[in-house]
């Protein structure tokens, strides 16, 4: 039995599972939520306990991960975890190797996620797609002629931080108006704090209040989904103009490489039909009409790194 273990390093929770080569369920599944104060060596901890408790003495082929947050996908080191201290320069991929004396394959989440959906969920068949995240942060990962592109120094497919207005809010990058900047979760609550705090008329964002009794420090990207879902008209304004800013990346992204299908997973795209429409929209009015595409939902949900880790992995047992 070529037992394959997969490994979801995320920036709030750790998951890992292990499958059978060519299975397409999980034999044993465990996740854990990694601790407020944690860091690289308490996320490490946790991920050995899980794996101990999976593997049951047995020994996997190898090993594939994704990793939340920048990885050179070629020697499996860590660049840093934008949410996690202690992840820079980690030789995740070595120190993998070195503990379990198996081949593994480390790559960052938005990239595994892609070859997840091309190899087993909404991108099966396609040559060339674009897997987008849209959850705390924004992320993109590609794949073209069936194959992930990384770009030269595994950088590519940052649409999180693609200006879509240049005058816009400042985002943790630097610059102006980002994708990630307008429709991550994080910033539209950002936003909608901010408007409240300022406005000295309780006019708008009235249901949105409610939602929190006016602690507006407990408002989240979900929040600001279920307050625009009542028609609570602040909460309508800013989920919009995330959407329109993501539909604007997505249309330009679409003139410069034309791929088949936009991927769209993570907890933002649960927002409604509202915000799907306005997305699909915009991209369509950005993109130029001789350019053909689709904008779908990811069909592996949560488990997306999981199953992109096994796709990974499986790349490594077939390239030998
Ligand atoms: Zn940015």
Redesign the pocket.
């Known amino acids: 039995m070529t037992l394959i273990l997969a490994l979801d390093f995320g920036g709030t929770k750790l998951a890992a599972a292990v499958t059978q080569l060519g299975f397409r369920e999980w034999l044993r599944y465990e996740r854990h939520l990694s601790p407020v104060d944690g860091n690289a060596t308490t996320d490490l901890e946790i991920m050995r306990s899980l794996i101990h408790s999976l593997l049951q003495g047995e020994t996997p082929a190898v090993i594939g991960v994704s990793f939340g947050g920048p990885v050179d996908a070629t020697t499996g080191i860590v660049r840093l975890s934008h949410h996690v201290p202690g992840w820079e320069n980690l030789p995740l991929k070595d120190l993998l190797e070195k503990e379990f004396g198996v081949s593994a394959s480390v790559d960052n989440d938005a990239n595994v996620a892609a070859l997840g959906e091309h190899r087993f969920g909404a991108g099966q068949g396609y040559d060339s797609l674009f897997y987008i995240t849209v959850s705390t942060g924004v992320g993109g990962g590609w794949i073209l002629n069936s194959q992930p592109w990384r770009g030269t120094a595994g950088m590519a497919g940052e649409i ?2 693609m ?1 879509v207005n240049p005058a816009g809010p400042v ?5 102006r108006g ?4 307008l429709t991550s979760g994080p910033y539209m609550a950002l936003d909608a704090k901010e408007y409240l705090l300022k406005q000295s008329n309780h006019f708008q964002g009235k249901k949105l209040r409610a939602l929190v009794n006016n602690n507006l420090d407990l408002i989240t990207g979900k929040i600001i989904s279920d307050a625009a879902a009542q028609g609570d008209d602040l909460a309508v304004n800013i989920l919009h103009t995330g959407a329109w800013a993501l539909g604007v990346g997505i249309g330009n992204v679409a003139n410069l490489i034309n791929p088949q299908r936009f991927i769209l997973g993570g907890s933002v795209t649960k927002a409604g039909k509202n915000w799907w429409n306005t997305v699909q929209n915009t991209a369509r009015e950005t993109a130029l009409p001789e350019i053909d595409f689709e904008i779908i939902p990811a069909a592996l949900g949560d488990d997306a790194p999981l199953w992109g880790a096994v796709a990974l992995a499986e790349s490594v047992l077939t390239s030998r």
């Open positions: 999180g931080h200006v985002c943790l990058c630097g610059k980002c994708v990630e900047r």
